[in-house]
Every structure is written in structure tokens, then in C-alpha cells.
């Protein structure tokens, strides 16, 4: 058997390329200025894109007969835009708010590839997003990291092979929606107290079956223990499967994750919004943790009435990996003006700032080997400006997803248009 | 430190400025992009008593008057939002530090925005550090009739210093935020019918109390006094509505909410001022001929499903080519610093800067009818300058110095304290 199957892989590896070959598309976006984000920025260069992935940066690239040539004389080449924390294109379906604890609910699962807002995110520059179960329960649901493919098929935008992250929230919004209600929490504490008891249940729950998979190894008779979707889906949380980002403002309600993450050794990769983690972010660094936060939001309620817009820069010079991201499908189609504030407000450099939109946002999301940068052997998701992407005077010309032109500001469409 | 010093110096500037008020200020090597078309260079600008004094090129400056240097920056007018909730609101969700929308009543006219501005409100200096240096103060818009509006300079101790004048419009919601979920008005056209219908009260009532007022006088003298009418604060305050000496800014989104606006403003001879009329676009004709002015909050929309990806970006730039006057607004509080992104996103979609410039300054000072007082750096107007360190399109751009009514006003907002108060963690 082992010796079948690898005669197949190799057979299969024999074949690819030439499959490949076949089929091969190649793209040249030839002649702009291409900020790389990783590597500088390169005057009259060139990118190139064969079958999907970036096979060439520089000035000095070969174009293959046969390319297509997309000129970009006089404009900026970006890495497309990630915004790691949106809920456009789920139909609606946000919160599952019946119950504080739903880690069982899939944001996959509702995908609606035809929203405009896809469309809408498109024309500002943007290839990939987190699409995300919303903030009404303290474990929401699992989120979706995906490639924004407008009218494609919910496989394709599915990215292959990342680990999800499950959405947590803390603070306001579980507080009111439960404790009005007369359910709990309607404190902090009482979120934190459901958190850890549905850990400790989530962790009797892997024992069970761990147990019952042993008898079995044994040759022992056991009883199957039921099937709770929700704890398998926490119990995949405890074996790092999939990892966590929480909704969270107060620097307090911060700290007591974090020690809750450590208690349990759960992979928690990202603290979305986290106005109050500025003042906490020396916690937060030295457990590696990303912000996924906001240029200048303030005051809409009590948890972010400290927010302040200098924090994204506070929060960098401590090696805090910082992306700025939207929360709202109007946000998302313009992140790069999003980015450009930070500048004022932190005075950070350009490729920090483009940097909080691309391969921060990349890394927050486990898919900086494929995404967040223009190097070679990353998926060819590029957005094309008119100006720098940080000049208020700039907008989206075009938007590629693995080499194929998603948004042309020369054809534009709406919903209506096919 | 460094910070902590800057801090200092501008709490020690504002004690000084505020024991000082009756000086005279230069602002010298400026490039003084006066509002009004003109842009002097290495000009400077005299203030004297809050008041512009002269401007220009070759103005003298008198002994002992206080020296800034704009460093060759740009010198602008202060920026006027003319449709926010500045001073009404703290923390929007927490309904003890909200005072926006009496919405306990449908109808609401009797309202007054001034007495319920916090002048030591956090979003003050928050929106002063953008560069904004007066805004109108509405009473919020949840109602169909919401109540009367004020416009004030973002500086001062109570609203009484702060003014420039109140009960400045009165402020009508068309839109589908002011229907009641489960009462009348429930739908657009229950809304119009309310209007309408709280407008002809409000006009028997205004008639019925000038006859009442001219029999009285008839009658004086008698022995027989008659009791006074008895008086109706709701009905009282839309009759300079009625009288037209008080403009309406109505917030109508759609093609029906608009022509619903349009079509209440004929029939009852009102003034009115158009808010967020997204689908202007569609009816620019209708709107021209109205004559009335625009306060556009709508960059940011978001397009439906038939509309351009680009539709609210560029409304400005039709609103322009057709000729209706308009302002930029963001109806907000907490997010009024932004108003000059909205110009800058429109400039990006074809509207010419000088226009966008106007529209976040003399347009809207001439829409509320404070042209004569703020607006433009001209002689004789009160002294709100903005010093820039780069196009206030652009959003990396700075505004490093503010005088309101001639204050030096320093550019520290809460959010800078926080921001000093946590500067050495973890070092």
C-alpha cells in the first residue's frame, strides 16, 4: 500500500506541471512603482504572475510571449488589502444571540458570494478578509478567512488549509444583550466565569473521548460518548486546530484573557478592536499576541471612550504585530485612508502603515505565506492605485485575485451588471 | 518628556491667553488661503479683540502684539460642520451622557440644542485638533420634527460665550429614522401627513393668537379683562418656521423623501435647507430649481444594488456641476474631526479642491447665515485660523495651531493625555 500511494504522488507531481503548462496563464503588471510592503519599493518594475502566484519582482523581469501586459505606468502596485475583521457577505446571518455560548455555529456555512459589498470591497483594494460571527456572544462562532472571489463558488474563497480563528467577545455587547434578558453575564465577570466554565467542560469532554478511544484501542467494550458539536468545536480550540480572536476593550477585560489563555494554553491569536490594550501592551507583546484595531474610533460607548489614535503607533513600537481593519463594509473600501491616518496620528513610516492593511494583517490571519506581500511564490492578489495608496487624492484602479482582474475601474459594474 | 513639556507649555499658553484676551495677535509668513478665492503668500494676518484686523502682504504690525510664525504654512479659515451633536453627547450608547433626540414625542419643535451643550464636553477639543473651529448644534433627528439648532465656536467656558446665534434653523427628519415602530407616523407617508398636519396647527394657532393679541388691544381699557391665551411652546416655536425668518433642514434620503421636502417647503412657504439627500443625483433639476442649499453627510454611503461602487463618492461633484450650493457635514459628534476626509474623498472623485475647500467653510457659514462672521480670513470677521502642515485633503496632514475668536487655543484633547499618561509603560 504505502509503496502504491507514493508511486501515485510521484505520478501526480510528474503530471502537475505539465498540467499546468497547459493552462499556464501569465500576467505582467509592468511599469509602476511596486511597493513590496516586505522589501522596499521598486521604481519601474514589474510583477509577474504565472497560474495565480507571483513568479517574478523587479526591474528587470523577462515578460514570456504570450503575457498579459496590464500597464501600470505612472501608478502604485500594491499587495491586495486584508481587512481581518469584516462581516460583509453573510447574508445577514451575524449573531447567533440565543445563547452566550454558540462555538458551534460556522461563518462558512453562510457565505453569500454575490454580495455587492464584495464588489464594493473590491474597489478599494481589498483580496482577502476575515468574515466573522459577530459580537453578541462571549464564544460566537467560527469565522472564515477568505478570498474576496466576487461570484465565485464559497470553496474557492475559502482559503485551503488555514487554521480559522473562533470569535470570542468580552465587555458591552454580551453584557447588554444577556443581562437585559436577566440571563448571565451581565458583568465581566460573569463572562469570564462562562469562558472558563465552558473550557473546564470542553476539556472533560476531550477526556471522555479520549478515554472511550482508548477502550477501544484496548479492545475494551465503551460506550460512545454523544456528540456535543459545540465542545468538539472548543475541543479543536484546545488542540490549537483552530485559534481564537476576541472581542475586547478595556484594558482589564485584556489582561484577564490573556491570563485565561494561559491557564488553558488556548492559541490566542488575535484582539480585535482592543481600544485599551495601549495601555496594557507590554502584556500583550510579550505573549505575541496581534491587535486588529481602528484609526480613530472613539465614544460611541463607555468601553471605548479611552480610545485613543495614537495607540496603533504606541502599540507598534512595543513589536506588537498592529493591523488596522473595518467592522463595517463601508470601512472596507477604504482601509488605505485608514492607514494614511495612523501616519498622522503616529507618525510611522509609509511601509508601516501599508503594512497594518497587507502582511500585518496577513500574519493576524496565519496566511503570510501566501498573502500580505508582493514576493515570489505568493498568491498574485494585487490592487492597483492611481497615487500612492497613502495620498488622500488616491483611488483603486484595479484589483487582481491570483492573477485574475476582479475590479477595473474602466468596466465598472453594479450588482446588476453580470 | 518631550511630550510632557509640550503639554506644559500649552497649559501655561492657555492660562496666559486666558488672562490676555484683549491682545493683538500676528500671525506672520503665512500662506494665507484666505476662503474667498485669495491666496496671499507670505502674508500675514493681524487679530485684534478676536476680530480679523488686516491681512495681506505688507500688513504693519503693531508694537507689543503677539508674534506665531507659521513657518511658511498653510493659514486657513477654521472649519465649520453644520449639522452635528457636538456638546450633546458624551458616550453615545450610555444614555446619562446623551441629551441628543427627545424622541418621547413625535413632534419636539420647542427643543433647544443650546441648553444642553456641555462646553467642557470631552469632543470639543477632540474635534478642534482637526481643524474645526465652529459647528451647529442640533438637536438630534430621530423626530419628524426635532427641534431648534444652534451654532457655536468650539471655545469658551459656558454656551453664552460660545455662541454666535441660536434657534438658527429647525430641524426636520423626512427619513424612515423618525417613523415610530408601533404608532403613528409609522411609514414615509404618515410622516409627511404628520408634518404637514403639526405645520397647519401650528398656523391656526399663530393666527388665532395674532387675533386674540388685536382684541386684546382692542379691549384695553375695559373693565372686563379677558384671561390670557393660554400658550403652547410646541406650536409657538414653528411660527418663525412659518414666518420663514427660521430656515428648516430637513433630512430627506430618497427621491420620495425629497420631493416629500421639496413639496412641504411650497406649500407652507418655508426656507429649507436639504440633509443628506442621497438620491440627489437623480432629481439635481428639482433641487436647483428649489434653490435650496445641500449639507451633504453622504460620501461614505453605501451604494445599493444599482448604484456605481462609486455613487456617493462622486455626489458632490454633481451637486457642484449643477450649481446647488452645499456644505459638508458628518452629522455627528464623535466623528466631526473627519469632515475633511469627506472633501478630500469627494476631490478624489472629481470635485475641483477650491470647491471642496468652500464647502467646508464659507458654504457652509452662508447656508446658516453667518457669512458675515466666520467662514473666510476677511477683515472684520471673527479670527477662527487653522495653521496646516500640509493640504487639509490630504490625511497625513496636520493642523499645528488654532485660534478661536483670536484665542491661541492649545491642541491638547483628552486623548492626548492618555496618550502622555501611558507613554513610559513597560520601558
Known amino acids: 500500500m504505502p509503496t502504491l500511494s507514493k508511486k501515485l504522488t510521484l505520478l501526480l507531481v510528474l503530471l502537475a506541471p505539465a498540467a499546468l503548462c497547459f493552462a499556464e496563464e501569465i500576467v505582467a503588471i509592468h511599469g509602476g512603482t511596486v511597493l513590496t510592503v516586505t522589501n522596499g519599493t521598486i521604481e519601474n518594475g514589474t510583477v509577474l504572475i504565472r497560474d495565480g502566484k507571483i513568479a517574478a519582482v523587479g526591474v528587470d523581469v523577462a515578460i514570456p510571449d504570450g503575457a498579459v501586459i496590464i500597464d501600470a505606468t505612472g501608478k502604485f502596485v500594491l499587495p491586495g488589502i486584508i481587512d481581518s475583521h469584516s462581516h460583509i457577505a453573510l447574508g445577514g446571518d451575524i449573531n447567533e444571540a440565543t445563547s452566550p455560548t454558540t462555538a458551534q455555529v460556522r461563518m ?39 478570498k474576496l472571489k466576487y461570484r465565485g463558488k464559497v470553496e474557492e474563497m475559502l482559503i485551503p488549509s488555514v487554521r480559522q480563528q473562533l470569535k470570542m467577545a468580552l465587555g458591552e455587547n454580551p453584557k447588554r444583550l444577556y443581562g437585559s434578558k436577566g440571563r448571565m453575564p451581565s458583568t465581566r465577570m460573569g463572562i469570564f466565569a462562562l469562558l472558563r466554565q465552558k473550557l473546564l467542560d470542553a476539556q472533560h469532554y476531550k477526556a471522555g473521548w479520549e478515554a472511550y478511544r482508548k477502550k477501544l484501542e484496548e479492545g475494551k467494550e465503551a460506550a460512545q460518548p454523544k456528540r456535543d458539536l459545540e465542545l468538539d468545536m472548543l475541543v479543536d480550540l484546545l488542540d490549537h486546530k483552530i485559534t481564537i480572536d476576541c472581542h475586547c476593550y478595556v484594558h482589564q477585560e485584556i489582561v484577564a484573557l490573556l491570563k485565561i489563555a494561559d491557564e488553558f494554553d488556548l492559541p490566542l491569536l488575535c484582539l480585535s478592536h482592543a481600544f485599551g490594550a495601549y495601555k496594557v501592551r507590554d502584556e500583550i ?25 495614537y495607540a496603533p503607533g504606541m502599540l507598534m513600537r512595543e513589536g506588537i504585530n498592529v493591523t488596522i481593519c473595518s467592522d463595517s463594509g463601508d470601512v472596507m473600501r477604504r482601509l488605505f485612508r485608514e492607514a494614511a491616518k495612523v501616519v498622522r496620528y503616529c507618525g510611522i513610516s509609509d ?33 492597483i492605485f492611481n497615487r500612492h495608496p497613502l495620498d488622500g487624492l488616491t483611488k483603486c484602479v484595479m484589483t487582481l485575485i491570483e492573477g485574475k482582474v476582479m475590479f477595473d475601474i474602466n468596466a465598472p459594474k453594479t450588482a446588476l451588471d453580470r | 518628556m518631550r511630550r510632557k513639556a509640550i503639554f506644559l507649555t500649552a497649559v501655561i499658553a492657555m492660562l496666559m491667553v486666558s488672562t490676555a484676551y484683549a491682545e493683538t495677535v500676528a500671525i506672520i509668513n503665512g500662506n494665507i488661503i484666505v476662503g474667498n478665492g485669495t491666496v496671499i503668500e507670505n502674508g500675514t494676518l493681524l487679530i485684534e479683540d478676536g ?37 450633546m453627547v458624551e458616550v453615545r450608547a450610555a444614555q446619562m451622557t446623551n441629551d441628543t433626540n427627545e424622541a418621547t414625542l413625535t413632534a419636539t419643535p420647542h427643543m433647544r440644542a443650546a441648553e444642553a451643550i456641555n462646553p467642557d464636553s470631552s469632543v470639543i477639543p477632540v474635534t478642534r485638533n482637526a481643524g474645526i473651529t465652529t459647528v451647529l448644534v442640533v438637536p438630534g433627528n430621530s423626530n419628524p420634527i426635532n427641534g431648534q439648532a444652534a451654532v457655536i465656536n468650539l471655545c469658551g467656558r459656558t454656551v453664552d460665550e460660545m455662541l454666535i446665534a441660536d434657534g438658527v434653523a429647525q430641524v426636520f427628519n423626512l427619513t424612515q429614522r423618525a417613523q415610530r415602530r408601533d404608532s403613528y407616523p409609522s411609514t414615509r407617508m404618515g410622516v409627511f401627513a404628520f408634518v404637514r398636519q403639526t405645520l397647519y396647527d401650528a398656523r391656526s394657532y399663530a393666527e388665532q393668537s395674532a387675533k386674540t393679541a388685536s382684541e386684546d388691544e382692542e379691549s384695553q381699557g375695559d373693565d372686563e379683562r379677558k384671561q390670557p391665551r393660554k400658550r403652547d411652546l410646541a406650536k409657538e416655536a414653528l411660527i418663525p418656521v412659518l414666518k420663514g425668518d427660521v430656515p428648516v433642514i430637513a433630512e430627506a434620503r430618497t427621491i420620495q423623501e425629497i420631493r416629500a421636502a421639496l413639496a412641504i417647503a411650497k406649500e407652507f412657504n418655508l426656507r429649507m435647507i436639504l440633509l443628506n439627500p442621497a438620491h440627489a443625483y437623480k432629481m439635481l433639476d428639482e433641487i436647483k430649481q428649489s434653490g435650496y442649499p445641500v449639507l451633504l453627510g453622504n460620501t461614505f454611503n453605501f451604494p445599493s444594488d444599482t448604484e456605481p461602487y462609486d455613487c456617493y463618492y462622486s455626489l458632490a461633484t454633481k451637486i457642484h456641476e449643477a450649481g446647488i450650493p452645499f456644505a459638508f457635514t ?22 475641483p479642491p477650491a470647491a471642496a475647500l468652500e464647502a467646508l467653510t464659507i458654504r457652509p457659514a452662508e447656508v446658516l447665515a453667518i457669512a458675515d462672521k466666520v467662514g473666510t480670513l476677511e477683515v472684520g470677521k471673527v479670527a477662527n485660523v487653522a495653521v496646516w502642515d500640509g493640504c487639509p485633503l490630504q490625511l497625513k496632514s496636520h493642523v499645528v495651531r488654532l485660534l478661536i475668536k483670536g484665542k491661541d487655543v492649545p491642541l491638547v484633547s483628552r486623548q492626548e493625555m492618555l496618550r502622555d499618561k501611558f507613554e513610559d509603560i513597560g520601558k
Open chain 2, 51 to 87: 476680530l480679523i484686523k488686516a491681512i495681506g502682504a505688507d500688513v504693519e504690525i503693531p508694537d507689543g502684539a503677539t508674534l506665531i510664525d507659521a513657518g511658511g504654512m498653510r493659514v486657513l479659515p477654521g472649519f465649520i460642520d453644520p449639522c452635528t451633536t457636538v456638546g
Open chain 1, 351 to 383: 511601509d508601516q502603515a501599508l503594512a497594518l492593511i497587507t502582511i500585518n494583517a496577513a500574519k493576524a490571519l496565519e496566511i503570510d505565506d501566501r498573502c500580505g506581500s508582493l514576493e515570489v511564490g505568493k498568491d498574485g492578489d494585487v490592487a
Open chain 1, 108 to 146: 462558512a456555512d453562510v457565505i453569500v458570494p454575490d454580495s455587492y459589498a464584495i464588489y464594493q470591497a473590491l474597489a478599494g483594494g481589498v483580496t482577502a478578509a476575515k468574515l466573522m460571527h459577530g459580537s453578541a456572544n462571549v464564544i460566537g462562532g467560527l469565522n472564515a478567512t477568505v
Open chain 2, 330 to 351: 458628518t452629522g455627528s459628534a464623535h466623528s466631526v474631526r473627519n469632515l475633511a476626509e469627506h472633501a478630500s474623498m469627494a476631490v478624489t472623485f472629481g470635485l
Open chain 1, 285 to 309: 507583546a510579550k505573549r505575541g499576541v496581534s491587535v486588529l484595531t481602528h484609526t480613530d474610533w472613539w465614544g460611541y460607548k463607555w468601553e471605548a471612550f479611552d480610545a485613543i489614535p
